[in-house]
Structure formats: structure tokens, C-alpha cells
């Protein structure tokens, strides 16, 4: 399995350009999410999905939009980009199955976006 | 909301000495978890431990353990005998059910020196 991967690693992009990043689960899991890491603030939850076809909005959602049509992938999108997007960005996905307590989230390598 | 709050942003210690990290959170639910996730420089993150609130025995994966004052809000990692390796950032987050309300504190990095 190659559990959560993020396509791309990196990425440089003009302020007001667009661009999608890809993630992708091979674990069959139900949830996933989209943080950005920001140096000193820890990871902050941008928007995340319980379920094909469903997302929710997070912590910073501002400029960025995400879509769940398959399972597996979940794509956080920047329309318009700009300088304050520049951080590196964490794809994770779990799975609340009832027998087990807790949600352990699995993450991705990270993606970093730098905008100039 | 959740908060989750690591007052150091930075620690060292000697190669196969003890260093115990700081995590405080704050929280009105009851039922919840509590993980430690450990950041290499490659940036995966890594799960390294992780605590149920409704269990009042501390957890531990080999040398790393945990303090758990359920009461206190304080959530504290240990790691003994530590290796060169162990050099990270390392992050306490807590999380419920469900998982959207997985919440981050900032970060401590820790440096092993040899």
C-alpha cells in the first residue's frame, strides 16, 4: 500500500494564478483532510470530507476550495493564489470504524507552495 | 474551542539521557484522544503515542511514554534513552470521534546532541 500521497512535492506559483492539489488514499478510508503547517502554529485544518461527495469547512478555509468525487482523492483547490498561501500542505485521511475509540489520522508526505 | 498549547518551542538533550515534553490543552468534553506525532526533517508525520482520556493508565511504545493528568489538562512525553534519531519536531494534537476536531498545538523541536 502506498497509504496517502500528495502530488506535487513542490510547486512556485504568481499571486493570482490557480492550481489543484492532488491527494490520494489507498486504504479505503472514509475521512480526510486538508491542513496547512505554518512555522510556530502547528498544522490547522483547512477543510476536510467524511464521505464521497460530502466537505466541511475548517479552521482557515479562505481561498481554497476542495472537492471529494471519488473515495480515494480529495483535491484542495486555490483559485486565485495568493502570498499568504505560501506554506506547506499536509493531505491526511482516517477511518471511524465503531470498534475502534479513537481516529488516528494518517498523513501524506506534504506539498510546498510557495507564492511569489 | 479546542485549544492545544506547547510552551517550548525548542529543547535539547544528551544522547541517552531523558527529556520530557510539555503539552497542555483545554477542553469541556470529556470523551476524547490525545497523540503525539513526531515531524522529521523529511516532514512526514509520524505517529509516535497516543492517549484515550477515558483510560486512566499512562500509554507507552518502548522508550516513549506519556504523562496524563486527565484533571491538569496536561498531556506530557517522555523519551528515555534517547538516540539521534529522535532529533524532530514533535506535536501534541487532540482529537474526538470522527476526527474533524483533530486540533494541533505549535511545535517543540527537539535536538539530540551526541
Known amino acids: 500500500n502506498a497509504g496517502v500521497t500528495q502530488t506535487p512535492k513542490f510547486r512556485v506559483l504568481k499571486t493570482g494564478q490557480s492550481m489543484t492539489l492532488l491527494c490520494a488514499q489507498d486504504?479505503?478510508?472514509?475521512?480526510m483532510y486538508w491542513y496547512r503547517q505554518d512555522p510556530g502554529m502547528g498544522l490547522r485544518l483547512i477543510h476536510y470530507?467524511?464521505?464521497?461527495?460530502?466537505?466541511a469547512k475548517g479552521e482557515v478555509p479562505d481561498g481554497y476550495n476542495v472537492s471529494r468525487l471519488k473515495k480515494q482523492n480529495f483535491l484542495l483547490g486555490l483559485e486565485s493564489a495568493a502570498p499568504s498561501q505560501t506554506s506547506v500542505y499536509f493531505c491526511?485521511?482516517?477511518?471511524?470504524?465503531?470498534?475502534?475509540?479513537?481516529?488516528?489520522?494518517?498523513f501524506g508526505p506534504g506539498t510546498r507552495l510557495t507564492v511569489l | 474551542a479546542q485549544t492545544v498549547t506547547q510552551s517550548q518551542p525548542e529543547m535539547s538533550v544528551q544522547e541517552a539521557e531523558t527529556v520530557t515534553l510539555s503539552c497542555t490543552y483545554d477542553?469541556?468534553?470529556?470523551?476524547?484522544?490525545l497523540f503525539w506525532y513526531k515531524q522529521p526533517p523529511s516532514r512526514q508525520m509520524i505517529l509516535v503515542i497516543r492517549?484515550?482520556?477515558?483510560?486512566?493508565q499512562n500509554a507507552t511504545e518502548n522508550r516513549f511514554s506519556v504523562n496524563f493528568q486527565k484533571a491538569a489538562k496536561s498531556f506530557s512525553l517522555k523519551i528515555s534513552d534517547s538516540q539521534l534519531g529522535d532529533a524532530a519536531m514533535y506535536f501534541c494534537?487532540?482529537?474526538?470521534?470522527?476526527?474533524?476536531?483533530?486540533?494541533f498545538g505549535p511545535g517543540t523541536r527537539l535536538s539530540v546532541l551526541p
Open positions: 491526511a485521511s482516517s477511518y471511524p470504524r465503531s470498534s475502534l475509540p479513537y481516529n488516528e489520522q494518517f
Open positions: 486504504m479505503n478510508h472514509e475521512y
Open positions: 470530507s467524511v464521505g464521497e461527495g460530502t466537505t
Open positions: 477542553t469541556s468534553e470529556s470523551d476524547y484522544y
Open positions: 492517549q484515550e482520556a477515558y483510560k486512566q
Open positions: 494534537a487532540y482529537g474526538r470521534n470522527y476526527g474533524q476536531n483533530f486540533v
